[in-house]
C-alpha cells in the first residue's frame, strides 16, 4: 500500500485506512520519535547552560529531582552536576525548566531524572533508586553549592 502523504487530508485518509495493528505501531513511533528529539533539545541546551555556568569543565551527568508546585511535583531548574574528576556541584540552576516540564510533565515527589551531556543519555526512576549509579556513580553525600563554589 503507497501512502499519499502530501497534505494533511491524504495523510488522514490514509492513517483511517490503517488497520488498528498498524496504526498502534505508526502512534508508537510517533512517539518514540518525539521522545527522541525532545531529549536531544533537552541536552542540546544543557551543553551550552553548561559552559556557561561551567566554561572548559568536562561534566559526566547532570541530575534533576522534582520540587512541589500547587498542581504537583514537576522537574525543578536547580540540578546536581558530576563533573568528570569526581566533584559535584549542587543547587544549580541550570535554566532549562520549561523544556523539562514539557517533555516529562508531572512526576512524583520521589522522581530523578539523569542526564550524560555528552552523549545526550537519558536515565530516570520514579523512585530515584538507581539513576546514579546507571551512570556509573556514586551519589554525593556532601557536595559543593553551585557554579561558584
Same mark, same amino acid.
Given at each position: ?9 491524504s495523510t488522514l485518509a490514509a ?11 505508526? =502512534? ?78 508531572? =512526576? ?19 523512585y530515584g533508586h538507581d539513576v ?18
Amino acid at each position: 500500500m503507497e501512502l499519499d502523504l502530501s497534505t494533511p487530508e491524504s495523510t488522514l485518509a490514509a492513517v483511517h485506512d490503517m488497520d488498528e495493528d498498524t496504526r498502534q505501531r505508526l =502512534r508508537t513511533a510517533l512517539a518514540a520519535h518525539r521522545t527522541a528529539v525532545e531529549d536531544a533539545n533537552i541536552a542540546a541546551d544543557l551543553r551550552v547552560a553548561l559552559e556557561r555556568l561551567f566554561p572548559g569543565q568536562p561534566v559526566a551527568a547532570v541530575f534533576f529531582d522534582t520540587m512541589e508546585w500547587d498542581n504537583g511535583y514537576f522537574l525543578s531548574d536547580y540540578a546536581e552536576v558530576y563533573f568528570a574528576d569526581g566533584e559535584v556541584a549542587s543547587s544549580v540552576e541550570i535554566g532549562i525548566a520549561d523544556q523539562l516540564t514539557d517533555a516529562y510533565g508531572a =512526576r512524583g515527589a520521589t522522581f530523578v531524572l539523569g542526564i550524560d551531556p555528552n552523549t545526550g543519555r537519558t536515565e530516570h526512576d520514579d523512585y530515584g533508586h538507581d539513576v546514579y549509579e546507571r551512570f556509573g556513580l556514586e551519589q554525593a553525600r556532601a557536595v559543593r553549592v553551585g557554579p561558584d563554589a
